[in-house]
Nanobody
Framework: QAQLVESGGGLVQAGGSLRISCAAS????????MGWFLQAPVKECEFVAA????????YYSDSVKGRFTISRDNVKNTAYLQMNSLKPEDTAVYYC???????????????WGQGNQVNVSS
């Protein structure tokens, strides 16, 4: 099975930027999709962005479109979420997830990272 390790979260002021990473290891040969999700206090898990691992396809939620960019480095088996123009409402724990294809639905993914706290102060 695939293992995912996230890094790069932290505290930033509104309007600032952060980049979070998700490094995959283990059985990644069947992985062809990756998604980022967020979990804010007392809210459900919410889709942020997704990317196909071997093709050009990306997809974003309306709330982050134009501010966040998902990308990947196939050599490093690492995906990134570049977050610009951050808002206090972006504050959440961000999770990466992978599976055989990309999906906007959290229930589709079997392999998850440990989560990465992002705090945006006003």
């Amino acid at each position: 099975q695939a293992q995912l390790v996230e890094s790069g979260g932290g505290l930033v002021q509104a309007g600032g930027s952060l980049r979070i990473s998700c490094a995959a290891s283990g059985r990644t040969s069947s992985v062809d999709g990756m998604g980022w999700f967020l979990q804010a206090p007392v809210k459900e898990c919410e889709f942020v962005a997704a990317i196909s691992w071997r093709g050009p396809w990306t997809y974003y939620s309306d709330s982050v479109k134009g501010r966040f960019t998902i990308s990947r480095d196939n050599v490093k088996n690492t995906a990134y979420l570049q977050m610009n123009s951050l808002k206090p409402e972006d504050t959440a724990v961000y999770y990466c997830a992978v599976d055989q294809s990309a999906s906007i639905y959290s229930g589709y993914y079997h392999y998850w990272g440990q989560g990465n706290q992002v705090n945006v102060s006003s």
